[in-house]
């Protein structure tokens, strides 16, 4: 197992904002917005990678931890194959999502996962953790709905603490 180069480069304790978009709520009343942590861990000899975030919907603090591991291509430095699993106290029901990578050509980790909707087909959930420069980091999370349409439902930007 291995973690991408972008888990070691972001590696610590991170702060800052993160915005909820709930697009079912009138207008005026769709995007929150919060203090939040976020922790990235490289594992053990970069044998897998944890996200630990933190963040408040209502005054009622929540949390989600994300877990992920990949192939280390025996000739470079790539990591391929990523899967993860995750869980937060908000945007998940009781259960652990098993998430699969997206390639995308980047360093941004994309993993993406699906849950069964009260009726008709599975939704997905896309997470994106991407470097933006040494001191900035984003966590993104992405709702897609069955026929494809893509709604942002957080978007976290974080400056190392």
Known sequence: MATPTVVRQAQGSWRG???LNLPWL???KRITESASTLQVIDGLDSSFGTVSYTWEYEGVPQAGTLIFAGAKDPEGDRVS???G???DSWHQSASI???AEIPNGTETIRLQGSYPAE???DWGW???LELVSPEALEFRMVNILPDGTEMWAQHGTYHRA
Request: glycine share 10%; net charge negative; charged share 35%.
């Open 17 to 19: 904002r993160s915005r």
């Open 85 to 87: 699993a995750w869980a």
């Open 97 to 99: 999502m098993t998430l």
């Open 26 to 28: 009138p207008e005026d």
């Open 119 to 121: 009726e008709g087909p």
């Open 126 to 128: 896309r997470l994106e």
């Open 81 to 83: 194959g990523l899967t």
